[in-house]
């Protein structure tokens, strides 16, 4: 058996060192050059050593950038994610890019705007050049653009005025893409720019580009700063967005969502029951269920997530009447319990005040009210002071024996001749299934970043909650009659629904 030899040092292959990272780095007019970097030398020696190799001077005015479709500048930060393999490129530094867009923006020529203007829309998508540009006052510049340009450039020659909408839309895009850095806050722009933006919104609507980057811009404004808002909200009305809805662009009509829910999220209490209102007015509900839910095409999950917000802050306007305990000692209010008594027992009821005395019609709604199933059957308002879901679910109750009589009419006899044991009580069903609702719903939550959890059977009512309620409480009655439930089993049947 022949002996089994030690490897030596010299046969294992050793791997590389963890600091070191092997790239190709171009250069116009040039071969790659192959290199190791070190990653614990200072950014600033590698780059010397890369302008040495190629016979540049001032090394300090050069920079390295992934030479992917990013172009994202390399830096003292970042450069820890340069992979093995990697292709970087020799280029201008950030400050010296800048410099020459901010220049190059200027020019008279509209050639050579157009070109610098789409050059800046792509690299504002890095923040290290985003920096160095904000910091030429580069914002303030693309806004006077802005402001001016639309008055400027009509009044070119016709063969001009196509250039003007690549222009405008290369302009926002920047704008936009500077913008989601962070850096500068949204409450430094003026009024004339609001403005303008919101004027694209009807005067560019079919330039998908400039429409979208102005919807994406109104959309921050709103979000991000309580005096945009106000001042956005006096510029854009409802009836101007929905015509964007009805399109068959997705990417706008996700965009149009993203500005109402905006709107909607940033509006004081007090004008949001009125902003749902003229939602409800303008049949924002049935244009998004027709042109959106149920056109031919596939909801992408930004378009899911926008669904998921409106239909959150849709129901975040029953916080209210959720939140609103019962007054015992409010007449309006109690008259909603005697509606509910007399739908349901008109037939064989006499009618209020008119025959038998005071203890006997008191004996009467005493047994009419415990056939309704409350709680308290002497003085049932007490059954709506827990919150939540208080007056909620009154509200719910109502509009069940109101809009569904013979089904509210069923329900009530049919518990009304069963056992005691085996009843199926409507009032403490009603209140608990509410409060349920509530939870599921998330009824007063602000809605969730990420989730894309919209439902579309609420786009296909406008009081979807109340139909829901009135799907739930018969689907409760029915799973009860089938279980033959006692009293005991109500949150096994609940739990069933």
């Not at 024996?401 to 009419?409: R, S, V």
Request: proline share 4%; with cysteine; charged share 25%.
């Amino acid at each position: 058996c022949p002996a089994v030899l030690a490897p030596t040092s010299s046969s294992i292959a050793m791997p590389p060192p963890a600091d070191i990272v092997k790239v190709a780095i171009e250069w116009p007019g040039a071969f790659p050059k192959l290199m190791e970097i070190d990653q614990k030398k200072p950014l600033s020696s590698i780059i010397k050593e890369v302008c040495d190799g190629w016979s540049l001077a001032n090394h300090d005015q050069f920079a390295l950038q992934h030479a992917d479709s990013s172009n994202f500048y390399i830096t003292e930060k970042n450069r820890n994610e340069i992979k093995n393999g990697a292709i970087l490129r020799l280029t201008t530094s950030p400050a010296q890019n800048a410099q020459q867009l901010h220049e190059r923006i200027q020019s008279s020529s509209m050639d050579a705007k157009l070109e610098a203007l789409k050059d800046l829309a792509n690299y504002s998508r890095d923040i290290t050049f985003a920096q160095e540009f904000i910091n030429l006052d580069g914002i303030s510049l693309l806004t006077q653009m802005v402001e001016s340009g639309t008055e400027r450039y009509q009044k070119l020659q016709k063969i001009m005025k196509p250039c003007f909408g690549d222009m405008l839309s290369f302009t926002l895009t920047a704008f936009v893409e500077l913008m989601d850095h962070g850096i500068v806050s949204w409450d430094t722009f003026s009024v004339a720019f609001i403005k303008k933006i919101a004027s694209y919104v009807n005067k560019f609507a079919s330039d998908i580009s400039i429409l979208q980057r102005s919807l994406a811009i109104l959309e921050s404004m709103v979000l991000n700063s309580h005096d945009l808002y106000q001042k956005v909200a006096q510029e854009i009305t409802i009836g101007q967005l929905i015509p964007h809805l009805q399109g068959t662009d997705q990417e706008i009509q996700t965009y149009t969502i993203a500005v109402i829910n905006a709107l909607f999220l940033k509006a004081p209490d007090d004008k949001r029951q009125e902003m749902a209102n003229i939602l409800a007015q303008k049949q924002l509900r049935s244009i998004i269920l027709t042109h959106v839910i149920r056109a031919q095409r596939a909801i992408n999950n930004e378009m899911a997530h926008q669904l998921y917000v409106l239909q959150v802050l849709t129901f975040n306007l029953l916080e209210d009447r959720m939140m609103t305990k019962m007054d015992p000692q409010d007449q309006a209010q109690r008259d909603i319990i005697f509606e509910l008594r007399r739908i349901a027992f008109d037939a064989e009821s006499e009618p209020n005040n008119s025959s038998g005395s005071i203890e006997k019609r008191k004996s009467m709604y005493t047994r009419d009210y415990k056939k309704l199933g409350f709680i308290n059957h002497v003085n049932p308002a007490m059954d709506f002071t827990q919150t939540p879901p208080g007056m909620l679910a009154l509200d719910n109750m109502l509009y069940f024996a109101k809009h569904h009589q013979d089904a509210y009419i069923r329900i009530v006899l049919e518990n009304s001749s069963r056992e005691d044991k085996h009843e199926c009580p409507f009032g403490r069903s009603s209140i608990e299934l509410t409060k349920m609702l509530c939870e599921i719903l998330k009824v007063g939550e602000l809605p969730s970043e990420t989730c894309n959890d919209f439902h579309p059977m609420f786009f296909t009512h406008d009081r979807s909650f109340e139909e829901f309620f009135c799907i739930c409480i018969q689907l409760l009655n029915k799973t009860w009659k089938e279980m033959r439930a006692t009293s005991e089993d109500f949150n096994k049947a609940r739990k069933r629904v």
